[in-house]
């Protein structure tokens, strides 16, 4: 495994594993899977429904809490309704602090809620406090206004949704980059059959999936790929034995075509999803 140091001294993993989606028996068993796999950091949300059934599968797996660095988001109403919902998350997830906790989305009273998300990390119960899906307009906004710099945004990222220009921002901040979708949700914008990443796969004796998670991690963007298959599990984690050179960064880098699948806010479902809220 490889880390990332946030801007608060915290060492994180630089590779997760996500559990959008998952839910009951299929959740609680794809985290044991992945934990005994060797992943040591676990993406939830409160939004996800499945913190309970996460906090199943990391006693699954018999592995220590401390071994482990679990990440979940908060989806807020309010500054009281952040600090009750943290407290909620921590029960169902069987445990007395957080690793990472993220404000889901910049929907609502970001600001009240982040405040309530200082005061967690004042008391010790969240380790490092974040953001997700925050446009470098209301990162910058949240920074000059606020007295702890988040240490990570949380943003789809993946070969066609670089976000480069984002990057310059974050790097600015010293805010870590962490990709939500690094596999496009499942080949959904066919970056599979890309044909330098194909070529790549050739080269390494890997799958375009292995390629696409190392091209991001070597451009020290964290992943929480997700997956219920345990030889998918597997695959994903197998990317630290190989490296692309300069030059197929370089090739890479060129395929971005900045378009998001869902992290865009002028996409219709992004909308509608904020309205249920
Ligand atoms: P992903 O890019 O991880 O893709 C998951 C899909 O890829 C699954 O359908 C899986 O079957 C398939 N897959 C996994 N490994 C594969 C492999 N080796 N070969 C072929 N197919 C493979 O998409 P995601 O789950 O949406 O994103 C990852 C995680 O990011 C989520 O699970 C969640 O934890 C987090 N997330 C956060 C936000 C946010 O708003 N902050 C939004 C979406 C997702």
Same mark, same amino acid.
């Given at each position: 495994?490889?880390?990332?140091?946030?801007?608060?001294?915290?060492?994180?993993?630089?590779?997760?594993?996500?559990?959008?989606?998952?839910?009951?028996?299929?959740?609680?068993?794809?985290?044991?899977?992945?934990?005994?796999?060797?992943?040591?950091?676990?993406?939830?949300?409160?939004?996800?429904?499945?913190?309970?059934?996460?906090?199943?599968?990391?006693?699954?797996?018999?592995?220590?809490?401390?071994?482990?660095?679990?990440?979940?988001?908060?989806?807020?109403?309010?500054?009281?309704?952040?600090?009750?919902?943290?407290?909620?998350?921590?029960?169902?997830?069987?445990?007395?602090?957080?690793?990472?906790?993220?404000?889901?989305?910049?929907? *609502? $009273?970001?600001?009240?809620?982040?405040?309530?998300?200082?005061?967690?990390?004042?008391?010790?119960?969240?380790?490092?406090?974040?953001?997700?899906?925050?446009?470098?307009?209301?990162?910058?906004?949240?920074?000059?206004?606020?007295?702890?710099?988040? *240490?990570? $945004?949380?943003?789809?990222? $993946?070969?066609?949704?670089?976000?480069?220009?984002?990057?310059?921002?974050?790097?600015?901040?010293?805010?870590?980059?962490?990709?939500?979708?690094?596999?496009?949700?499942?080949?959904?914008?066919?970056?599979?059959?890309?044909?330098?990443?194909?070529?790549?796969?050739?080269?390494?004796?890997?799958?375009? *999936?292995?390629?696409?998670?190392?091209?991001?991690?070597?451009?020290?963007?964290?992943?929480?790929?997700?997956?219920?298959?345990?030889?998918?599990?597997?695959?994903?984690?197998?990317?630290?034995?190989?490296?692309?050179?300069?030059?197929?960064?370089?090739?890479?880098?060129?395929?971005?075509?900045?378009?998001?699948?869902?992290?865009?806010?002028?996409?219709?479902?992004?909308?509608?999803?904020?309205?249920?809220?």
């Amino acid at each position: 495994m490889e880390y990332l140091t946030l801007n608060n001294g915290v060492n994180m993993p630089i590779l997760g594993f996500g559990t959008f989606m998952l839910s009951g028996e299929t959740c609680t068993n794809s985290v044991a899977n992945a934990i005994q796999a060797g992943y040591r950091m676990i993406d939830t949300a409160e939004a996800y429904g499945n913190e309970k059934e996460v906090g199943d599968g990391i006693k699954k797996s018999g592995i220590e809490r401390k071994d482990l660095f679990i990440v979940t988001k908060v989806n807020f109403k309010s500054y009281e309704h952040t600090k009750e919902t943290v407290m909620k998350s921590l029960e169902n997830l069987r445990t007395d602090y957080i690793d990472l906790m993220l404000l889901h989305w910049p929907f *609502a $009273n970001y600001y009240a809620a982040w405040r309530g998300l200082e005061e967690l990390y004042a008391d010790g119960k969240i380790k490092a406090i974040d953001v997700s899906n925050f446009e470098p307009d209301q990162l910058l906004d949240l920074i000059a206004y606020n007295k702890i710099v988040p *240490a990570v $945004n949380q943003i789809e990222t $993946n070969l066609y949704c670089q976000r480069t220009d984002e990057r310059i921002w974050l790097d600015k901040k010293e805010v870590s980059h962490m990709a939500y979708a690094p596999l496009g949700q499942g080949n959904r914008n066919d970056m599979f059959h890309e044909p330098a990443v194909n070529a790549l796969s050739d080269k390494y004796g890997k799958t375009p *999936a292995q390629i696409l998670l190392r091209f991001l991690t070597q451009k020290k963007i964290a992943v929480i790929p997700r997956s219920t298959q345990p030889e998918h599990i597997k695959e994903n984690i197998n990317i630290f034995d190989f490296s692309l050179t300069d030059e197929e960064m370089t090739t890479l880098s060129a395929l971005d075509k900045k378009t998001a699948l869902i992290g865009n806010p002028e996409t219709p479902e992004l909308v509608e999803f904020s309205l249920t809220w």
